[in-house]
């Protein structure tokens, strides 16, 4: 079981700038997918941002070109560089951890992180 510890919420004005950070207790190199969802309130848990082992990432469009997911395998630690935030990319941000091995398919998940973007 990973257990994935995501840090760097808070509140910021628009147009300003967040990092989150997320890290794993087991070693991320080999696992298929990392990435960032969030959830707004009363709507669905989205997909921001994912980056596989190999270094290919994945943006929502309401994201792409403010957004920036990396991955340090080194540190077992994923980030997502957020800029020019808008209101709207209010919500509560989680870590998440899939792929699937040769026996069965796995996800691990953060307890969340919160950013507030006022207006």
């Known amino acids: 079981q990973v257990q994935l510890v995501e840090s760097g919420g808070g509140l910021v004005q628009a147009g300003g700038s967040l990092r989150l950070s997320c890290v794993a207790s087991?070693?991320?190199?080999?696992?298929?997918?990392m990435g960032w969802y969030r959830q707004a309130p009363g709507k669905q848990r989205e997909l921001v941002a994912s980056?596989?082992?190999?270094?290919?990432?994945d943006y929502a469009d309401s994201v792409k070109g403010r957004f920036t997911i990396s991955r340090d395998n080194a540190k077992d630690t994923v980030y997502l560089q957020m800029n020019s935030l808008k209101p709207e990319d209010t919500a509560v941000y989680y870590c998440?951890?899939?792929?699937?091995?040769?026996?069965?398919?796995?996800?691990?998940w953060g307890q969340g992180t919160q950013v507030t973007v006022s207006s």
């Open positions: 998440a951890a899939w792929g699937r091995t040769i026996v069965a398919a796995y996800d691990y």
């Open positions: 980056e596989d082992r190999h270094g290919s990432t």
């Open positions: 087991e070693s991320i190199f080999s696992i298929g997918f």
